[in-house]
Each structure stands twice: as C-alpha cells, then as structure tokens.
C-alpha cells in the first residue's frame, strides 16, 4: 500500500519522504491557504520533493471552469494529478480530462455508486472518505471494500485512496481492506511510528551499554 502525505508542509513532506515513505502528496486550496502560502509555488515544491503523484485540486464549480483549470495544473509538474469534486459537473470534467491524457483524483466519494461512476468517467483515484462516513454512524471499510470488489472484477484501472484517515486503526484496516493508497496527515505519521514498548526496549539498551562501557 502506498502512503500519500495529506499535507501543504513543504518541511513535514520532506522530513517524511526522508524516512522512504512518501509516494505522493495530496493538497487542496484550502490546506494551502490555512499554511498562508502561495498555491502555485507551493505546489511546484512539493513536486520537487517527490516523483509521486501529488494531487492539486480545481475550484472551479462548472466542467469548463475545471477543464482550463486541469490543463493549467498539469503544465506545472508531470507528477501534478488534478482533485476534481464528485458533482455532474466534475464528471463531465474528468470525462474530458481523461481522454487528454490529465490524471485526476475524484474527491468526495461516499458511497458505491459515486465510486462506480467516478471510475466510469475514467478517474485515475478515487477518493472515498473514512473519517466523515464514520462521523455520520457508517462504516467507511464497507465502502473500501466494495470499490476494491468492483476493480478487481471488471479489471478497472482506477486506484483507491482511502482519504480522511484519522488513525493508526484506519491505515491498517485499510492495508487489510486491499485499499491501493492512504493519504494521512503528518501527525498521524508520528503515531504511526512509535510505540512505547520500543521507547522502553531503546532505553534498556542504552542503559546495559552504558553498565557495559564502563
């Protein structure tokens, strides 16, 4: 399963991709703008940072709004991948951008038949949302693993990334659902990496090597 950093820290990016774990970044307008960085050259560094796809989302509401949009993303990076929402209206878009050879990332999937019409319209990810689904008493892992069904069936080529992912619980059902791709915010990297029963092992190795040296 591949890890995409969720995530407009050009520093927490490059920390994390210096540990080997970073296989692409996913960003939207918002993260970028809470960061009170420019969207543009942000995106372009993060670009630098990985050869992995990293996913920059459109604001346009309206096909051809979207449509120019992608074209101009695409022009900043090879590896740029365009987010276009989950509306008719980004359908429309993604149909388009399909058949021009542009990747997209269609956010915002809840439920199987989004998810199913996404990869119809020739998405190159699919974004079904964990976190959110939960948040509303549904279970997020039903929806993982009928995408991954519907793939492995009709040999569609559209990728799963399991977005809104909000705990070490979540990255490794999603490693056990089959889901292709987790994006997750740096903190949750953090978690994901310690756990206190190695604190304690590095700490007693320290100390019988300190008795020893002495």
Request: with cysteine; glycine share 8%.
């Amino acid at each position: 399963m591949k890890f995409f950093v969720d995530s407009a820290d050009v520093e927490s990016i490059q920390a994390i991709n210096e540990m080997g774990l970073v296989d692409g970044v996913t960003t939207n307008p918002s993260i970028i703008a809470k960061e009170g960085k420019d969207f543009e050259e942000t995106i372009k560094k993060i670009c630098q940072i990985t050869a992995g796809p990293v996913s920059a989302e459109v604001v346009g509401t309206k096909a051809d709004e979207m449509i120019e949009e992608a074209k101009e993303l695409a022009q900043w990076s090879s590896n740029v991948v365009v987010k276009i929402p989950m509306t008719k209206e980004g359908l429309k878009a993604v149909s388009v951008l399909s058949k021009l050879g542009i990747k997209t990332n269609v956010t915002l999937i809840f439920n199987v038949t989004q998810a199913l019409s996404a990869i119809k319209a020739g998405a190159t990810f699919i974004s079904p949302f964990l976190g959110r689904l939960e948040d509303i008493g549904t279970d997020g892992f039903d929806l993982i693993h009928s995408c991954r069904s519907i793939i492995d069936t009709f040999g569609y080529k559209s990728e799963i990334i399991g977005a809104s992912v909000r705990s070490i619980k979540h990255v490794e059902e999603l490693a056990l659902a089959g889901c292709d791709i987790a994006t997750i915010p740096p903190a949750l990297f953090d978690n994901m990496l310690t756990h206190p029963l190695t604190e304690k092992g590095i700490e007693q190795f320290e100390k019988d090597w300190e008795q020893f040296t002495k």
